[in-house]
């Protein structure tokens, strides 16, 4: 019979298998299920409809972050286009379903499938190009992107854009928040368990040693411009499949969101949260999910109680406050709030034996 492991006492090993575990204790599985119940079975009854929005904004963006994660944190392949990528799931997740008639669950694979074609396109540059000059080639991917999204109104709509209907999933109407809550959510933990695993087989360690040097595992065996291509076609996937799941939420769609604004938030997701930690990119989200809300918030409320002068200086801010968060966070916690998180935790392991 097996033995319940609460707490470690050493690092003792005895197989490769204990080394690979996601969880050192049954402690920590134990926690994992107290949050699955906390997520599936309480919060979407006790939330009102705009804190559901807010998660459902939260649980669509940790997708595209988690899989920019793969990209920039697990293989240092920078990129600046992911804005555009999420458009493009967004748009090919609309037109197939409102002109070919595409359920909702090929609409949104589809849109997944596709990106990831497009992201390995703009991942090309890949092989000769590196740091700051492979973020200018996606920069450019970011742009051109948005321009065939506004002038290919044939089959974008332009700037009109395109109304999605309601889609269904096993003869569920999935018009309103809650039952969209457990689509996005249920996408969410599937697509962060893959990844998690992903990053502990050879594929994802191999993408570690392209991003610490490249050359070296070059000379380890490792294809690195097939390997980079791979990061970007998975990444880009992700992204896509989150795009998706945005048009069916939204229900309409324009180029207008799809902007560089949007790649650089989605940045600024997985530095504060943690480069290189997937749920770094969740706390990463989570943070600027909630930092634009208090943002529309006080700018609202300024200009309901008269003070519309200081609400129109202080809308343009969210650049500033953005930008200031990521600064302090380089400088402060390099490593996130995942970071911060492992410290909190630790502190807590050996409690009440720490001090």
């Not at 992911?82 to 595409?102: D, E, P, Q, R």
């Not at 074609?117 to 991917?141: C, D, E, N, Q, W």
């Not at 087989?201 to 097939?226: H, K, L, Q, S």
């Not at 998180?341 to 807590?348: A, D, L, Q, T």
């Amino acid at each position: 019979m097996r033995r319940l492991v609460f707490h470690p006492c050493g690092n003792y090993k005895e197989r490769y298998e204990q080394e690979l575990t996601i969880f050192e204790t049954d402690f920590g599985r134990l926690w994992l299920l107290i949050g699955l119940i906390l997520l599936f079975g309480v919060i979407p009854f006790i939330s009102t409809s705009y804190v559901l929005y807010v998660l459902n904004v939260i649980g669509i963006y940790s997708i595209a972050a988690v899989g920019l994660n793969l990209l920039v944190g697990y293989t240092g392949q920078i990129s600046l286009g992911h804005g555009a990528f999420f458009g493009v799931g967004a748009y090919t997740a609309a037109i197939l379903s409102t002109k070919m008639g595409f359920p909702f669950w090929a609409a949104v694979l589809s849109g997944g499938i596709v990106t990831s074609a497009v992201g390995m396109i703009f991942g090309l540059p890949s092989s000769r190009l590196k740091h700051l000059y492979l973020l200018i080639a996606t920069l450019a991917g970011q742009f051109i992107i948005e321009y065939i999204l506004l002038e290919w109104e044939s089959l974008t709509g332009g700037a009109m854009g395109i109304v999605v209907s309601g889609g269904t999933l096993f003869g569920i109407d999935l018009g309103n928040d809650r039952a969209f809550y457990y689509v996005i959510f249920v996408c969410f933990t599937v697509l962060t368990w893959i990844a998690v695993n992903f990053t502990r087989t050879r594929y994802g360690r191999a993408f570690v040693a392209i991003r610490d040097n490249d050359r070296a595992a070059e000379g380890m065996g490792i294809p690195v411009f097939a390997y980079k291509l791979l990061s970007f076609a998975i990444s880009s996937f992700y992204t896509g499949i989150a795009g998706g799941l945005f048009a069916y939420y939204m229900m309409s769609i324009t180029p207008e969101p799809f902007n560089l604004w949007l790649s650089i938030e989605f940045l600024a997701m997985i530095i504060i949260g943690g480069l290189g930690n997937i749920p770094g990119s969740i706390f990463g989200t989570i943070f600027i999910v909630v930092l634009n809300e208090v943002l529309s918030h006080i700018t609202e409320y300024l200009m309901n109680v008269g003070a519309s002068g200081v609400a129109i200086t202080i809308a343009p801010l969210r650049e500033f406050v953005f930008g200031l968060a990521i600064i302090l966070f380089i400088i402060y916690e390099p490593k996130g709030i995942a970071e911060v998180w492992r410290v909190i935790r630790s502190s807590f392991r050996l409690w009440p034996f720490s001090y």
